[in-house]
């Protein structure tokens, strides 16, 4: 969670909305990415969805079974999805997200019952400073003159 935080931060240095996501299999990373929306223009390039994306090319796969992806914000209802599509074996995520979350918060995507696989999941894991980046964030935005 430490190297998504990382992500995060260097996203917040480019602009872009703070959230970090890393992938692991057997304990090493092999993916990790920022959210990207603004720099690719890209409504789809969260870091969820790039971290993904990443590792199913390391894996030649889009099945990312025995994989757990770290991620500072917890995922909207597109990355949720995405990660059930995957076949993603766990979830770590730190800060809620209560308006738009879609695993604890507002909807529960990954443990629908119509999906035909679960996804495990973590929650509130180094959850403190994921959220105070996204807070100081929005705050410095909010303190600029548009």
């Not at 692991?24 to 990790?32: L, M």
């Not at 990415?33 to 090319?57: G, K, W, Y």
Request: charged residues 20%; contains cysteine.
């Amino acid at each position: 969670m430490e190297r998504a935080l990382q992500q995060a931060r260097q996203a917040a240095t480019l602009g872009e909305v703070p959230v970090g996501a890393v992938i692991t299999r057997d304990g090493s990373v092999v993916a990790e990415a920022h959210n990207q929306m603004e720099s690719i223009p890209d409504a789809t390039a969260h870091a969820e969805m790039l971290v993904l994306q990443q590792a199913a090319r390391w894996a030649g796969s889009w099945r990312l079974d025995g994989m757990t992806l770290y991620v500072t914000l917890e995922p909207c209802p597109m990355c949720a999805g995405a990660m059930v599509l995957a076949r993603l074996q766990r979830l770590v995520y730190g800060a809620s997200d209560p308006k738009k979350g879609a695993v604890d918060s507002v909807y529960d995507v990954l443990h629908h019952p119509a999906n035909n696989h679960r996804v495990a999941v973590t929650s509130g894991l180094l959850a403190e400073p994921s959220a105070v980046l996204l807070r100081d964030f929005f705050a410095e935005r909010r303190l600029r003159p548009a």
